[in-house]
């Protein structure tokens, strides 16, 4: 094995070998491991940096898993008040993995301006909602300020229907809502503005108003512990669908427990395609890079012709004369792989910083393409490929077997 390393090295390292035939080819060889470490980085870490961020979009509007009323409503408006003396409100104790539980009631109306109407959805949170769900998503303003006495007239609207309605933030909207009776004149009221956000999903930019909760219950004449359902947040969102279940085994037979996945599955089986595209683009770089490490290993096998006869004369086993040329070989790919992981890193700090490509958010969800950097992914990507390489660079040392000494010392 040390002999093997050492001819491997200074075969690797001579000048002759350098300026030899098969030069340019190792050159492209590296090139070739270099260019796919970089595509299968990016590949990876914008693949779930998409899928992170729709995700984190969806439950900091939605939660991760909703309790509400066990009826025949598919909208965004809650109808059927639930009561909040629940055993599972305001904590979840029975669910470890729960972190949060907020109450919530939806009611849809008309904001109406000088010059344009827009409908919305107002969805109404009490003091104790965590709003750090939200606060990345806020461009301008502030967020409401809510106290336990009394109501708060402050909302926050999306820039979407910021532009639509020529308002900004300060400026006072008046809303129309209609009442549970038909011949009822609809309740009018008159918000301000406290901050204006953009989550760069259409699904809620063009709908939700969101503000106290306190006024939703007025408008529907709730009892002040009536809400219209409750967002459940979790530590662990790979496992939604089973702790979903095991909310539901926690709550009154009135009560459903319907995880995003569910009432969003277009969009999650959406973006599941991103895993088989990710697999996709990492089996042809693979291929790629073991096309090109294939072809510069025959080729040194091919210039090496008279030295591997000199070598099996001397007695020396075929194993040894072939680990002398995958040691080069993995030599090859490790500069490869350093080479690539220094660019492609580098290029996905630079997007994570800088945010230079931009995505249409009509067809993504975001603005700009997000990265998702993980040690670990990194290191799996690298140790797989770097094995998978060097197990692929097995096969064509097998010619070495059938050199014939005789002939091979001959050979010019």
Avoid at 115 to 122: M, R
């Amino acid at each position: 094995m040390n002999l093997s390393y050492f001819i491997a090295k200074r075969l690797a390292t001579s000048k002759k070998y350098k300026n030899s035939v098969s030069a340019p080819i190792i050159k492209i060889a590296v090139a070739a491991v270099a260019i796919s470490v970089i595509m299968m980085l990016v590949s990876v870490a914008t693949g779930l940096g998409l899928q992170q961020k729709i995700r984190d979009k969806i439950t900091s509007f939605n939660g991760h898993v909703m309790i509400s009323n066990f009826d025949n409503n598919q909208s965004n408006i809650t109808i059927e008040p639930i009561s909040t003396k629940q055993s599972f409100y305001p904590k979840f104790t029975e669910v470890p993995q729960v972190q949060s539980i907020h109450a919530f009631a939806t009611k849809a109306g008309v904001v109406r301006t000088e010059k344009s109407l827009e409908g919305i959805i107002l969805k109404g949170v009490d003091e104790n909602y965590q709003w750090n769900y939200l606060q990345d998503y806020l461009i301008e303003g502030k967020l409401p300020k809510f106290e336990k006495e009394g109501m708060t007239n402050e909302v926050i609207i999306s820039s979407f229907l910021a532009d639509r309605l020529e308002l900004k933030t300060g400026d006072r909207i008046e809303t129309y809502f209609l009442k549970n009776e038909a011949d009822d004149m609809p309740s009018i009221r008159k918000f301000t503005i406290s901050g204006i956000y953009s989550s760069g999903f259409p699904q809620f930019d063009e709908l939700f108003v969101i503000g106290d909760l306190k006024h939703i219950q007025r408008l529907n004449k709730w009892k002040q512990d009536e809400v219209g359902g409750f967002e459940v947040f979790v530590n662990d969102f790979s496992k939604i669908d089973e702790i979903a279940d095991e909310i539901y085994a926690h709550i009154p037979s009135t009560l459903n427990s319907e995880p995003i996945t569910t009432k969003y599955q277009n969009i999650f089986e959406w973006l599941k395609l991103f895993d088989f595209n990710i697999y996709i683009i990492l089996g042809l770089m693979v291929l790629v890079a073991a096309i090109n490490m294939i072809v510069a290993l025959l080729v040194l096998i091919l210039e090496r012709t008279q030295m591997i006869g000199i070598l099996k004369s001397m007695g020396t086993p075929n194993w040894t004369i072939r680990k002398i040329f995958v040691y080069n070989a993995t030599y090859i790919v490790f500069k490869g792989l350093l080479i690539g992981n220094a660019v492609g890193l580098g290029l996905l700090l630079i997007q994570q910083r800088f945010e230079i490509i931009k995505l249409d958010p009509t067809q993504y969800y975001v603005v700009e393409a997000p990265v998702f950097i993980s040690v670990w992914h990194i290191l799996i990507l690298n140790v797989s490929f770097a094995g998978l390489c060097y197990l692929i660079m097995l096969l064509p040392s097998y010619l070495i077997t059938k050199i014939s000494p005789i002939k091979s010392i001959k050979f010019q």
